[in-house]
């Protein structure tokens, strides 16, 4: 059984910097891709950005260029780092793992409040 972790959320002030962990743990496989999805008050939950296990990523056009996703030295961990925060990237993030036989699973989402 796959268990999620993530932790890093808080408040910072517009131009600040956060970063999260995201941990998958359990899992007999390393992951097929790992990614950040965030959901803000009264919008859908949308993808932030996703790394692939051989280290492809990709981010929505919204976030190039201030956050960037790596991955930690520990199997199945992912790391989002936020630099330029602005108050629209107030929302949960949300950290999803994917395996090619263990299937797809979620973590119970972080809060980030950017605002001064």
């Known amino acids: 059984q796959v268990h999620m972790v993530e932790s890093g959320g808080g408040l910072v002030q517009p131009g600040g910097s956060l970063r999260l962990s995201c941990e998958a743990s359990?899992?007999?496989?390393?992951?097929?891709?790992m990614a950040w999805y965030r959901q803000a008050p009264g919008k859908q939950r949308e993808l932030v950005t996703i790394?692939?296990?051989?280290?492809?990523?990709n981010y929505a056009d919204a976030v190039k260029g201030r956050f960037t996703i790596s991955r930690g030295n520990a199997k199945n961990t992912v790391y989002l780092q936020m630099n330029s925060l602005k108050p629209e990237d107030t929302a949960v993030y949300y950290c999803?793992?994917?395996?090619?036989?263990?299937?797809?699973?979620w973590g119970q989402g972080t809060q980030v409040t950017v605002s001064s």
């Open positions: 999803n793992a994917d395996f090619i036989i263990e299937g797809n699973y």
């Open positions: 359990g899992s007999t496989f390393s992951f097929n891709t």
């Open positions: 790394i692939t296990s051989r280290g492809m990523t």
